[in-house]
């Protein structure tokens, strides 16, 4: 039995206890979570407002890579006081008919859905329709977190109709783009209910989506989902612009890379990719490519529109000829391999304004000292 000091009881199904000087969260007398510190002090002007309409807007609005800025603002009030303050929270909550709108997501989704469990008829009849209006919204964050349970093993989305959600969303491309998108949602929701190491940290800190343009899709960011391989359908959207598939264990880039010759900036950075593709080179809008922690030994791929490259912390012995054939870049990332030596011919990227060499073995620099480079880490 826990030992508390305080007792709020929102309703016959929800209690909040306070144990150790931290506000708990019990739903039919089972401990669910524990409640994040109260936010008091909002670093925003009124007119900053306008376009928050949820708590998660909110919150998003100050996330950072570690933590959110919310949480880190200091306030000087006792645990007892900061335990009614969460009451409060929770009674305007259930007083608004469990409205997500008030309440962040990560908290409202997986009590509301304990909560049917365990037979709460004012959840069991809002919940779907709590789900649905998120979906509405058409926000990838909140809609694929959506496709993934926390604290439960079931995503929310099975209780929404496939059919259904398209219907709801009607994202407006064309229809060719829109069956390759519902193929891609299908495969990546498949892809992280089979892999047992997207826990609830992980899945917040990931933010999977789309953009569109002029009806096509033209951006795709399905970050750190363990995917595997470069699914087979990104390559259908031919007006792509930046792709990014980082953390996601991919072990090869598809020859057929080069059907998306629209691409811009590709990022599969921290992969365990070992060979690149001749293929490529064949795309001649690729400005930014990263491939930023991968298992490279060569680089042998020519890519004349190349502004940036990222090959650090790679396994790289030599300093790949084929960087030296392109003339547009601007910035070049080598650091952390094992290179030993700097062709003198690298003064013949005259655009290069950053040049990162540093943790490998190089002894010889001179060549590179005599350019005119603008950050360079040795």
Same mark, same amino acid.
């Not at 495969?187 to 209910?193: D, L, S």
């Not at 057929?256 to 010759?261: G, W």
């Not at 060499?357 to 002894?363: G, R």
């Given at each position: ?10 309703n ?5 206890? @306070? ?7 019990f739903i039919?007398n089972?401990?669910?979570? *524990?409640?994040?510190?109260?936010v ?6 009124? *007119?900053?407002? %306008?376009?928050i ?9 100050f996330?950072t ?5 919310l949480?880190?603002?200091?306030h000087?009030?006792t ?9 409060s ?10 409205d ?5 997501r990560?908290?409202a989704?997986p009590?509301?859905k304990?909560?049917c =469990?365990? %037979? ?15 979906i ?5 964050d909140?809609?694929?977190?959506? /496709? *993934? %349970?926390?604290?439960v093993?079931?995503g ?15 994202? =407006?491309?064309?229809?060719e ?9 299908n ?7 089979n892999?047992?190491?997207? =826990?609830?940290y992980h899945?917040?800190?990931k933010k999977?989506g ?11 960011k ?6 595997g ?5 990104i390559?259908?959207f ?6 990014n598939?980082?953390?996601n ?14 691409l811009?900036k ?5 992969n365990q990719?070992? *060979?690149?593709?001749? /293929? ?5 809008k @690729? ?20 502004k ?7 396994k790289?012995k030599q300093?790949? =000829?084929?960087? @030296?054939?392109?003339?547009?870049? #601007?910035?070049?990332d080598?650091s952390?391999?094992?290179i ?15 040049l990162n ?7 010889n620099? #001179?060549c590179?000292k005599?350019?005119?480079i603008?950050?360079l880490?040795?």
């Open positions: 039995m826990y030992r508390y000091t305080m007792e709020f009881e929102i016959e199904f929800i209690r909040l206890y @306070l144990i150790n000087s931290k506000t708990e969260i039919k089972e401990r669910l979570m *524990q409640c994040k510190q109260a008091l002090n909002i670093p925003l002007e009124p *007119q900053q407002l %306008g376009d309409e949820t708590v998660n807007d909110l919150i998003d609005r996330k890579k570690d933590d959110y800025q949480e880190e603002f200091p000087s009030i645990p007892e006081e900061e335990f009614w303050a969460h009451c929270n929770f009674q305007f909550w259930y007083e608004q008919d469990y997500t709108r008030w309440m962040d990560n908290i989704f009590l509301l304990i909560l =469990d365990k %037979g709460d008829p004012l959840a069991n009849r809002v919940f779907l329709d709590e789900i649905i209006k998120s509405e919204t058409w926000n990838p909140a809609i694929l977190f959506l /496709s *993934q %349970g926390n604290y093993d079931e929310y989305m099975d209780y929404v109709p496939n059919s259904l959600f398209w219907e709801l969303v009607k994202p =407006d491309i064309v229809e783009e829109l069956e390759s998108l519902k193929k891609l949602f495969y990546t929701t498949a892809k992280m209910y892999y047992d190491k997207i =826990d609830e899945w917040l800190e999977p789309f953009k569109t343009q002029d009806r096509h899709v033209i951006m795709i399905y970050e750190g989902l363990w995917l391989r470069i699914p087979n359908m390559l259908e031919e007006e792509l612009k930046t792709l598939l980082k953390r264990l991919i072990l090869e880039i598809t020859s057929d890379i080069y059907k998306l010759n629209n811009v590709l990022d599969l950075s921290f990719i070992s *060979q690149i593709p001749e /293929s490529i080179g064949k795309l001649k @690729l400005k930014v490519l990263n491939l930023m922690l991968n298992k490279l030994r060569t680089f042998s791929a020519r890519i004349d529109s190349l940036s490259l990222d090959l650090s912390m790679n790289l300093f790949p =000829d084929a960087i @030296l054939e392109m003339k547009n870049l #601007e910035i070049l080598l952390h391999n094992e030993r030596t700097v062709p003198s011919d690298i003064i013949k990227l005259k655009n290069l304004k950053e060499l540093s943790h490998n073995n190089i002894k620099i #001179e590179v005599k350019m005119r603008e950050k880490v040795l």
